[in-house]
């Protein structure tokens, strides 16, 4: 088997994994449209002579795990594309190696320098051009670059898929307006109660909306956008990618995964 069809397994696995991740979204969306988010105003108890109502949701649907599995075998997909391209390296490169230390050859990723020459020497990738090595390096996750953030999302990612638990998706909000003007009573006061990438559940309050009288009628006009994203559930304390949209998390790790390919595509 020559060098270019080694090489176009790992192409073929990272367009597999591109493949899966629009059907992804495709399933987040389809989720979005057909049960969207639901917000409604119930009044809380104040301490005051004011009357306090609240800006909550009042329905989230369901992620089924289904959505936590096709993200899983997506990430999964795009892993094994990486360790396809260290395989093929070990085999240009004409060393000879048993059983034992094959299984152990894969695309390093370490938490920081002296992990990635520890994992370098345990995946049998020592002896590799330097060159090609310096290359991987650049794709680390200890690297604070966009490519060594999304390389950490990948790994985080496809350990906790691999060896815990189906990744669970939450809903987070991204963009929120509202024009409130109830009748019969004034607002006086508006706080935001959530925060950036909190996760979304049934009963959150969104705002808290302080009256000097209790409203006849609400009219509002209201938008609001909620992103899906890594449930912040998977680990303690959630990692920072629990808090960005699961889309552009995946889109990162598809595109570095494209970039680290392309680097050793057309060495001869």
Not at 6 to 26: C, N, V, W, Y
Not at 40 to 47: A, G, Y
Not at 192 to 211: A, H, P, R, W
Request: glycine fraction near 4%; include cysteine.
């Amino acid at each position: 088997m020559d060098w270019s069809t080694r090489m176009e397994d790992a192409i073929l696995k990272l367009r597999r994994g591109e493949e899966q991740f629009k059907t992804l979204l495709s399933k987040l969306e389809t989720i979005n449209v057909k049960n969207p988010i639901k917000l409604d105003f119930k009044q809380t108890e104040s301490p005051s002579d004011t009357l306090e109502y609240a800006l909550y949701v009042s329905y989230v649907p369901v992620i089924e795990k289904e959505v936590g599995i096709l993200l899983g075998e997506t990430v999964q997909s795009f892993r094994i594309s990486l360790d396809y391209l260290a395989w093929t390296l070990v085999r240009k490169s004409g060393i000879t190696l048993t059983e034992k230390q094959e299984r152990y050859v894969a695309f390093p990723m370490g938490k920081d320098k002296a992990d990635f020459a520890t994992q370098v020497k345990k995946n049998n990738l020592s002896h590799l051009l330097s060159g090609q090595l310096t290359i991987i390096e650049k794709y680390q996750p200890y690297q604070n670059t966009t490519a060594g953030i999304s390389i950490g999302y990948l790994q985080k990612l496809s350990n906790t898929d691999k060896h815990r638990i189906i990744v669970p998706v939450g809903i987070v909000p991204r963009e929120f307006e509202a024009k409130l003007k109830p009748e019969g009573a004034n607002i006086l006061e508006i706080q935001k109660c959530y925060f950036d990438g909190q996760e979304l559940s049934n009963d959150t309050t969104v705002l808290t909306i302080v009256m000097d009288g209790e409203p006849q009628k609400w009219n509002a006009l209201m938008e609001f956008k909620a992103s899906f994203a890594i449930s912040n559930s998977i680990i303690e304390p959630p990692p920072s990618f629990a808090l960005a949209p699961l889309d552009q998390v995946f889109e990162g790790i598809r595109q570095t995964c494209f970039e680290v390919i392309s680097e050793f595509r057309y060495i001869s």
